[in-house]
């Protein structure tokens, strides 16, 4: 039995470990998208005080372009997490899926424990009874 209860720990660590996985590319995604949110604002205010919104002209702000490649990347950066994060979500499910598993069969070996204790003691009482 002691190996039945390591053998859950362990797949509740795994799924534990999995949820956090999860929770951290969520946080990583929603960290991206309020960053390249910032750089919207800046580079719209920055176009604004220059008075030029054009990339392509030549007087275009040089911060102004420089956020934008920022806030492309931070854009493709949170694309790939998302990817990342179906995956971890599938890994997650499995986890869970190996945990629940492990469990149904811890209760299904208690049931059977618990059966073959009630056997001996109403076997008992039978064979004192038989004597009487």
């Known amino acids: ?5 390591t053998l859950i720990r362990l797949k509740r660590f795994q799924a534990e470990e999995k949820r956090r996985r999860v929770a951290q590319i969520e946080t990583m995604i929603a960290e ?5 949110g910032d750089l919207d604002r800046e580079i719209a205010g920055e176009e604004q005080r220059s008075g030029v ?13 420089a956020a934008r490649v920022r806030r492309d990347n931070l854009h493709q950066s949170a694309a790939e997490l998302r990817g990342q994060l179906e995956e971890a979500k599938a890994r997650l499910e499995e986890a869970n899926q190996e945990l ?12 059977a424990t618990e059966t073959v204790r009630e056997r001996p003691e109403s076997t008992a009482g039978m064979v004192g009874m038989a004597r009487i």
Request: no cysteine.
């Open 32 to 36: 991206f998208s309020r960053m390249a």
């Open 53 to 65: 919104a054009d990339p392509a002209h030549f007087a275009y702000s040089t911060y102004a372009r």
């Open 100 to 111: 629940a598993k492990a469990q149904s069969m811890e209760v299904r070996d208690k049931g």
């Open 1 to 5: 039995m002691k190996s039945r209860d």
